[in-house]
């Protein structure tokens, strides 16, 4: 069995995104060769009250950088040990963690590619967005969608990060996806997988990625299964 090294990392930047979820970012201890390639997620580690040890994963939101620094994006789920003990840290706290592990990743060669997420299922999605658009060689010539649902505005995480990106970027088009937006919302409205069609037509070579919890997940790609879609183009992360 292949066995992993376990690293350390130290919290140096806690903001919050919602209510409930965080951005977190973190510098790997004395390791400069730490890499990953985007989408990939990292297994955490730590011990709950009770003594016993937890040990969960988590999508990189940070593009791969040579700082030895990654982020989270993270989400404070109800009675959850792991979440909201990486939400409650302080700056400076230490986590220790395995990986990367996953082949959640972008797959050569590049085609036009609708990355469909919601909640903290942005995650990956924000590591491989911002790789992409960050080297015309990368991406040039190719189409990319996000769509990204949430329920309220309010929960738009890195708004204005991906409306910066969309600005600067005229093949990547970001649409947030509101399934409980008030009347003042003029953007998409409902749940991601009713906007695939409209946003694929009938073109099947088109390539997906598709992350957050399994409902949203399995909905997509039977959607996209029964327009058509090659299984093989259908790439998934599924966070329950
Ligand atoms: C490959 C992978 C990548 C992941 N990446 C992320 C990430 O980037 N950000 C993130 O916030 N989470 C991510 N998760 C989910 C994460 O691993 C934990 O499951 C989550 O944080 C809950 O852990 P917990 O110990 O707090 O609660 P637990 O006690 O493990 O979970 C309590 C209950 O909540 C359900 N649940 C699990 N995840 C969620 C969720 N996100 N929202 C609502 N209910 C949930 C579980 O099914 C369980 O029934 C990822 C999971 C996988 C498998």
Known sequence: MARFHTLSARLVRSVPL?????HLEFEVNGSPRFGFVSGQWLSLRASAPDGEEITRAYSIASPPSDNGRFAFCLNRVQDGFMSNYLCDLNEGAEITF???FGSFILRPPLRDTAFIATGTGIAPFRSMLHWLL???SRHEGRQFWLLFGVRYERDIYYREEFERLASEHSNFHFLPTL???GPEWTGLRGYVQEHLPGIVGVRTDVMAYICGLDKMVSA???LLKSLGWDRKAILYERYD
């Open 18 to 22: 919602s209510e409930f979820t965080k």
């Open 98 to 100: 395995q990986g990367p």
């Open 134 to 136: 960050a080297d015309r």
């Open 179 to 181: 399934s409980r937006g």
């Open 220 to 222: 997509n790609r039977e």
